[in-house]
């Protein structure tokens, strides 16, 4: 098979996918999950999770794609397994939900940034009239879509590459300077308490699936985004050590993320149940406390980086299905690019809607057994990120153990990695993706649909 032509380096690929991986799950998703969930305990069920479960499923995914050489459908057929191809429209699916959501999000970043330049710090306060501004908010997340696809009908190596090596380390460093402030702010050691010192008793089963689907979510699992830029790795890698950096950083920063919101939530007297508006609510008051010109600077790069994290995020979700529709259904890539953006960005609509300014979309009565009426990009997320994406991994995990089987799996991930069968990473890597994946993604997955969309709670 000709290798298809990609990234032209082992860093490309690792700040791409780490770019992938970094995005709004990091910033704004993963603190206000811990802030709802039960803090620390929360914590600690995700990095289980991300460890045990995860990452193994990175190498898989990476694994399958570098050897499909396709995209996440027409991987499966090019293993000589066209039967699971089923898994790659499950992901494309998830995708296009993702998508639709993400990018509002991605839209009140950009828009924060705007906002901040301007002076305006007391757009934190302001959060719930912002969010319903549609015609603003639409506006933003319809230039974010745009550079999105434009940056995707750049193709690989020009588009998707080279923003995130400068990027990336950029983003670091500041969370790293902005989570040593929070730091010193009054209250910070309450924070850290909450964050880091696990009340156990807290672990129900719904922090259980929502640690999960955020693992899946937070490291870009589960919907063939791994297998997409897999299949642009060259065969002289080496997929373990880009997963474990992938990982590592995406984890790492969530971590910091964490570091440096909850001192600042509390110092601005909020409650740690902010739900989707805690950086949004949180963030611009400290920055308005510091001095005006260093609040500006500070605050406006931060939602810059903000958006940019997003975006190199974004061009990995929609990436899925445009290498789908041009490998598969051979379409030219700038038609695939700009038709599907234009679709998921319109099928956002309800989900820019529903955060206040549509009463109908904002309590969105949806799941069958539940009686809280949720809005509609809740529930949008619920669908993916804590079902499908659990799913997706469960079916991936049962793919590589049952059908592919461990040998392919280990023979792919040898190119580049020579002794790789000999190590600990290889046994542990078997072990979890034949003996723990299946297992407990199956029962988690089958646990929270009937929790979530039935009613049936069998664990607490
Ligand atoms: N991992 C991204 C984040 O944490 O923001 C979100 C994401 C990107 C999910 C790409 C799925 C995906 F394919």
Redesign the pocket.
């Known amino acids: 098979m000709t290798e298809r032509s990609g990234f032209s380096s082992k860093v490309g690929f690792i700040a791409a996918a780490a770019g992938?991986?970094?995005?709004?799950?990091?910033i704004w998703?993963f603190p206000f999950e811990v802030g709802e969930s039960g803090g620390a305990a929360f914590v600690m069920v995700y990095l289980a999770f991300c460890f045990i479960l995860c990452f193994p499923l990175m190498v898989t995914e990476i694994a399958i794609g570098r050897k499909g050489q396709r995209n996440p459908v027409g991987a499966f057929v090019a293993l000589g397994h066209s039967k699971w191809s089923f898994i790659g429209k499950l992901g494309i699916l998830s995708?296009v939900l993702?998508l639709s959501f993400?990018n509002v999000v991605a839209g009140w970043c950009f828009g924060y940034f705007v906002e901040i330049l301007s002076g305006n710090f007391s757009i934190g306060e302001q959060f719930p009239d912002f969010v319903k501004d549609i015609i603003k908010v639409g506006g933003y997340s319809f230039v974010f879509m745009v550079m999105t696809a434009f940056i995707v009908s750049k193709g690989i190596s020009k588009g998707i590459e080279k923003a995130p090596k400068i990027l990336m380390p950029v983003l670091l460093i500041i969370i790293v300077v902005l989570a040593s402030y929070a730091l010193t702010l009054p209250g910070a050691s309450k924070a850290v308490e909450f964050y880091l010192f696990p009340d156990f008793s807290k672990i129900t089963g719904e922090v259980v699936y929502n640690a999960l689907g955020h693992a899946f979510?937070?490291?870009?699992l589960g919907?063939g985004?791994m297998i997409t830029y897999g299949s642009y790795l060259g065969k002289k890698e080496n997929i373990i050590s880009s997963a474990v950096a992938i990982t590592f950083l995406?984890v790492g920063i969530a971590f910091l993320a964490g570091l440096m919101l909850f001192p600042m939530v509390i110092s601005q007297g909020l409650d740690t149940h902010g739900g989707a508006g805690l950086v949004f609510m949180s963030l611009p008051g400290v920055f308005g406390d510091m001095n005006p010109f260093m609040g500006m600077v500070i605050g406006g790069l931060f939602f810059l980086l903000l958006s940019f994290?997003?975006l190199t995020?974004?061009v990995?979700?929609l990436e899925?299905p445009v290498s789908y529709l041009v490998d598969e259904k051979k379409m030219k890539r700038s038609n695939a690019v700009w038709l599907t953006a234009l679709g998921i960005f319109l099928l956002g609509i309800p989900s820019l809607l529903s955060n206040g300014y549509s009463s109908f979309f904002s309590g969105f009565v949806t799941y069958f057994g539940a009686s809280d009426p949720t809005d509609f990009m809740t529930f949008i997320s619920d669908v993916a990120s804590n079902s499908f994406l659990p799913l997706g991994g469960f079916l991936i995990a049962l793919f590589a153990a049952f059908v592919w089987k461990k040998e392919n799996l280990f023979e792919e991930v040898t190119n580049g990695n020579k002794n790789f069968t000999n190590t600990w990473v290889a046994k542990f890597l078997g072990f979890s993706i034949k003996y723990l994946c299946p297992w407990i993604l199956g029962a988690v997955f089958i646990l929270n649909v009937l929790d979530k969309f039935f009613g049936i709670t069998l664990y607490y």
């Open positions: 992938s991986a970094v995005g709004l799950g990091n998703k995708c993702i993400y979510f937070s490291l870009s919907l985004a995406d994290a997003a995020s974004t990995s979700v899925i």
